[in-house]
RNA sequence: GCUGAGGUGGAGGAAUUGGUAGACUCGCCAGCCUUAGGAGCUGGUGCCUUUAAAAGCGUGCGGGUUCGAGUCCCGCCCUCAGCACCA
């Protein structure tokens, strides 16, 4: 054995990452039995990586090491999700390339990464800014297209009219454009749209075989929110309109004694209704769009409306007539954009009829006198429908008046972007091929090419369509992207018939990239598909997928959408991408606030791993808190990591013996069990603290096993993978990555002794110790014989609870 | 507002899932050592009364179930995250 100076981590980290890279130690073969971990791919900002990036790296890297330990192959894949906003933005402040600016971040994000010592497999390295990689993301997008997927649709962007730019909402700051403080307008704009609501059922359905934590199945069931309902058209009096309405509740329809539309609802674009107070309508609907949806829908603020003057509504089921309001707490994006109100039943509808005075008709009984009740019972004055129950009447009356509908609340994917940085939408109008189109609808195989008449699919030869390059990334005064002033990139022949057309010079979502990565780190440089058949078969589903809970809507459903329109039409081989998906929790800046740039409080990890070393910040990071929960950075935390590492430093160097007491073995035995177990339910937090209190006892007793030693340091290895590697070596151990994870003796669990508690009518009066599997009469007599019994048992027992190896209770 | 997660010492948190609340770590206090450092070692540290022994109180608030509740039930309050063009 060496004479060991002291704990020198930057050394010993050095060494063992120079001997991986070397070693090629974590390349991933594709053969064996597999195991394929995730984490989310991060966005290269120009700040460099913090604290917070680390978490979910760590965590899964733990548990890859682990794997390999237990035998497995494991894909444990790096990559960048490099398009997006922030890039772009500084591209238009400084005029520094977004590609020149993404290059110098990932210089430093990989630098950054390489100093932790994560086990990735760095040469299956992808980047969503890469011609190569986007390719296939252009690909996917025309496949999309070709089955009618992918459909052109006005919506309305944030634009605010000073910078002439549309805004993210992220950008928008209380209706104000968070860079020159103009007031943000709506603009319309024709947009691709994804049509993930053609897959609502199956995101739903698949959820129910994947092994997703509870709350996070909970969240994307939520978001896609479907609901059971009627659709029923309301007349509006004396015209030919319907106003057509979805409800969850047709029982109630005889309560609904008004009817509010949503300020964008298309009838009210209608002259020739007789609106008696058009300019009033008018002014509230400017009002409303300057609003954003949280703020329309929030119940914390006054109800506002208008009534529509001059116009009635027949309810279809008595034909009474009923006033017709605009509200901008109806939305356009869900159901019709127009609601039946039924003020009795209804909180929303209660609050507002009680502002405007109007009348709340009892139809379901149950509820109390002067309030709203939503709950189901039994209809009262509903003509023939009274006294049948909520379910019964629902469905008679859905018959009689309307029909059946299925609702969601997912809505389809706005796809388009007037940016610079992004992946180019591979698409061409051509005016001959829309008039060819429209002509010979029932000849057209491409689904896009007939539903979008003029929108012409870039051939797969021609792929990618290249991001050119440009001069100036400021967007222009009509609010296209800059591309659109690439004359020679926007002005091309048609594919299909040759005559003139231009280019789309939208570009697509920071999400397109992200949503199929996953499949790319399988086959990274092939050129021919987005990856091989057989090597998909091979890898795929992703056994574990760890993220932030911010992403446990949007990017985890749009990924299972790709993915499962992959499938069906038959390019990758699994129908789910992620047979386990857990979060992380954020890590907060001291103060308990976000890390970001401009307030200036990100926690830089390179000072840190120059003074204390990797391992020391691995471990911290996991021993902070619950994994999945939000943490406070605490920069004193790191010295209570670093200070165990270094009694793991001088356990190994001074006290590795022959021997050891049978307690220590004992311990031991119980580590293997609850790291395995830890890890296995990521609860990283605790397994370290029980390394802690193992090593304690290593240091009081001066002495330890060289064989529990090595076990000991297998343990550690997937949390402090340099120190481990380095221990392990120094008491002549190799190869600590690939040594089969320990296992415990489950005789060596138990202890022979046991505290027993005594308590005196439920309060706790003291402990005993006592022989394990002792049985009530004999636990009885202990305590009698013991001062505490004899200062607490007084007068009569009634009653005594006994617990095994655990309590015994008098009641007295 | 809607959806989800949470609330335990001075701080981060732990608690075999209904059985000694506060493991482990930070911090703080006292002592030792020292070539004075944010190193190491030993002991202490929930609150309150107390020289001590001992008792009482204590897991956001109010109520309930139970021999026994941080854990289960009912009602309330507060904090964080997401809300569809941030990633």
Redesign the pocket.
Known sequence: MRKMEKYNPKEIEAKWQRKWEQEKTYEAKNKGKKWYSLF?F??P?GAGLHTGHIRSNTAMDIISRKRRMEGYEVLYPIGW????????NYAIKTGISPQQATEENLKTFKRQLKSLGFSFDWSREVNTTDPAYYKWTQWIFLKFFEHGLAYKHK?Q??WCPSCKI???????VAGKCERCGAEVVKKE?E?WMLK?TAYADKLLAGLDELDFL???K??QK??I?RSEGAEIDFPVKDREEKIKVFTTRPDTLFGATYMVLAPEHPLLMNHELGIGNYDEVQEYIKNARGK???ER????REKTGVELKGVKAINPVNLEEIPIFIADYVLT??GTGAIMAVPAHD??DFEFAKKFGLEIREVISGGKEGECFSGEGELVSSGEFTGMGSRDAGEKITKSFGQEKVQ????????????Y??EPIPLVFCERCAERIKNQESRIKNEGEKQNPGWIAVPDDELPVELPKVENYQPRDDGESPLASIEEWVNVSCPKCKAPAKRETDTM???AG?SWYFLRYIDPKNDEELASKKLMKHWLPVDWYNG????????LLYSRFWNQFLYDIKVVPVSEPYKKRTKH??I?AEG???MSKSKGNVVNPDPIVE?FGADSLRL?EM????F?????W???????????L??AW?AGSEYVKEDESKELTGTLHKLIKKVGEDIEGM?F??A???M??Y??QC??EKGVAKSSWMKFLQLLHPFAPHIASELYEMVGGKDIDFQPWPEYDKKLLVEES??L?V?I???????ISAERGLDQKAAQELVRENDIGK?WIVGEVK?V?F?EN??I?F?V
Do not use: C
Request: no cysteine; aromatic share 10%; net charge neutral.
């Open positions: 989310e991060p966005y900002s999700d490099a398009f997006g906003l922030p890039t772009e919506t962007i944030n549309g805004l993210a909402n992220e950008e928008v704009k947009q993930i509870p709350e996070i909970l969240q939520n978001w929110g954003t949806e949280i829908t929030s119940d914390g994006g869900y909180e929303r969601y609340k997912l809505r389809d994917w706005v796809f388009s972007r007037q940016r940085w992004g979502p920071n999400w992200s932030g809970v911010e992403h446990v809507t949007l990017h929790g954020m907060l308990g606030v976000k003074e911290y021993f902070m808190g619950p999945d929960q939000a943490l406070v605490d920069r004193r935390g790191i010295f209570g990591t670093a200070r165990f270094e009694r001088r609860n937090n605790t370290i603290s029980s802690m209190v090593m304690n240091l009081e046991f505290e508690v308590q009518n439920g309060k706790t009066r003291g402990t200062k009653k609870i617990v655990r309590l209770n009641i």
